[in-house]
């Protein structure tokens, strides 16, 4: 079964928004990773937390971790259009990422 | 860099045809992946290498095998396609030098099995 899953399943905003996903996983991890998927094509490595970190920024993104919860959340602040795709956490307990099953971003300009 | 590449990009076979799908990297990455995606799904695990010589099941490896031909390439079979085999096969190569950890995907091969 997968490690990670993803909450809402699908989120639907307006541009300017802030979207806010969330990730709770089961077991102890290394890191965390947030991909991004545009429809039909291979993911894209957005951002990674340690397991020893808290909260991390890039650009528009910041992602925290509170692995006494085991969960993890993405916020994508002032949302544009081109921001619509999939997002995915990854877990890392040892030398494999394992896949939750994504939020489906769509932002309407 | 062409980064990670796959082929083919689409196919439709019979059931109990075989066939492979091939997958190359030029970032000199030691560990390579291959999952599977089906709609509305995340990716699940088929196979990894962690480096080149070895090879692992991940979390759905029934029904295929993979060679792991050289540093670059990372190959996956099937020996005889099933309709549950319908899926886009993604390959990703893994690096986690530093303080960096991060796979880099291939654009997917669409597979449709009748």
């Known amino acids: 079964s997968q490690q990670g899953e993803e909450d809402p399943q699908a989120l639907s905003i307006q541009e300017g928004e802030n979207a806010t996903m969330n990730c709770s996983y089961k077991?102890?991890?290394?890191?965390l990773q947030w991909y991004r998927q545009n429809s039909g094509r291979g993911l894209v490595h957005l951002i990674l937390?340690?397991?020893?970190?808290r909260e991390k920024h890039s650009g528009r993104l910041r992602v925290t971790l509170d692995t006494s919860k085991k969960s993890s959340s993405l916020l994508i602040t002032a949302s544009r259009a081109a921001d619509t795709a999939s997002y995915f956490c990854?877990?890392?307990?040892?030398?494999?990422?394992?896949f939750g099953t994504g939020t489906r971003l769509q932002v309407f300009p | 860099n062409a980064g990670v590449t796959q082929t083919p990009k689409f196919q439709v076979l019979k059931t109990g045809q075989s066939m492979t799908l091939q997958c190359a990297q030029d970032?000199?990455?030691?560990?390579m992946y291959w999952y599977r995606q089906d709609p509305g799904m995340g990716l699940r695990l088929i196979y990894y290498?962690?480096?080149?010589?070895?090879?692992d099941k991940g979390e759905v490896p029934n029904g295929y095998n993979v060679s792991r031909l050289n540093k670059r390439e990372f190959s996956l079979r099937l020996e005889s396609a099933a309709p549950s085999q319908t899926s886009v096969y993604f390959c990703?190569?893994?690096?986690?030098?530093?303080?960096?950890?991060?796979?880099?995907f291939g654009p997917g091969t669409r597979l449709t099995v009748l």
């Open positions: 990854a877990t890392v307990p040892t030398d494999k990422l394992i």
């Open positions: 970032m000199n990455h030691n560990s």
């Open positions: 937390i340690r397991s020893n970190e």
């Open positions: 290498s962690a480096s080149e010589g070895t090879t």
């Open positions: 077991t102890s991890i290394n890191n």
């Open positions: 990703a190569s893994r690096t986690r030098e530093l303080a960096t950890d991060t796979q880099y």
